[in-house]
């Protein structure tokens, strides 16, 4: 964990295992994220201020990318449980799963809504990956991107709930890694980054106030670099 500028660096945790995919709750108290503690990818949440991390999830099978609902009430995650990566939610405070969608087109990587009422996510429902969103109420799935996709990943939600921005290989300009602002209204997409090098492979976080965002570059070395929105952002 570091502040904004770079500063005050510190470990957040020390296991041994490794722990992936960290994601904040929307009252900036606690981290949950994925582990191998326990010989098996499970979700733990761990308070910020320090202190022993709590197992969220035990199931045999494995559980990946946790992200926290606006509301903090629920965790969206997407699991191999049902024999099939799909998507799934749980209670912030434990208890059961349930299953939000069942497709043998390998649901992935979600992100809430900014109202937390539709999750969005990746597929290849169709021979290629595309973008979905489903209300959490179950509703109909709709398909958001229908562009030829080597794969794309939805990041996050424009907090006026009007863009996904994601980052997709191939698509059309037909870019090694791109990144991508998506429109709600008609799937139409803009380019916001061009990074063409295989040897860059970026995530990507944005702040809450959704005026930044902030992505890895793989180069020689990783390092962390932030862009600005407020120019890009309709």
């Known amino acids: 964990i570091m502040r904004k500028d770079g500063s ?8 041994p295992a490794h722990d992936w995919a960290p994601d904040w709750s929307p009252d900036g108290t606690k981290i ?6 326990r010989g098996n990818r499970d979700l733990f949440i761990m308070p910020v201020a320090g ?5 969220l999830t035990s199931h045999p099978e494995q559980d990946f990318l946790p992200r926290w609902s606006p509301d903090g009430k629920q965790i969206a995650f997407f699991s191999s449980r049902s024999g099939n990566l799909d998507i799934w939610i749980i209670s912030s405070k434990g208890g059961d799963a ?8 390998q649901d ?7 109202d937390g009422k539709q999750i969005a996510f990746s597929s290849k ?8 969103i489903k209300p959490i109420d179950g509703g109909k799935t709709v398909q958001l991107t229908n562009l030829g996709w080597e794969s794309i990943q939805p ?7 009007k863009i996904i921005y994601a980052s997709g290989r191939g698509g059309p300009e037909n870019s090694r890694v791109n990144f991508w602002a998506i429109s709600i209204k008609d799937g139409s997409i803009r380019p916001l980054l061009n990074i063409k090098s295989s040897a860059k492979e970026p995530n990507y976080c944005i702040t ?14 990783g390092d962390l670099w932030m862009a600005e929105l407020e120019n890009i952002i309709e």
């Not at 005050?8 to 296991?15: A, E, H, M, P, S």
């Not at 349930?98 to 087109?105: A, V, Y």
């Open 108 to 114: 992935q990587t979600p992100i809430w809504s900014s």
């Open 125 to 132: 429902r169709f021979g290629q990956f595309d973008i979905f």
């Open 155 to 161: 990041y996050f939600w424009s907090p006026d709930g």
């Open 98 to 105: 349930w299953q939000l969608t069942s497709h043998q087109g």
């Open 208 to 221: 809450y106030d959704g005026e930044r965002f902030y992505f890895p570059l793989w180069e020689r070395i």
């Open 8 to 15: 005050d660096i510190r470990q957040f945790t020390t296991n």
């Open 32 to 37: 949950v994220f994925h582990s191998f503690r």
């Open 51 to 55: 202190g022993a991390a709590t197992q």
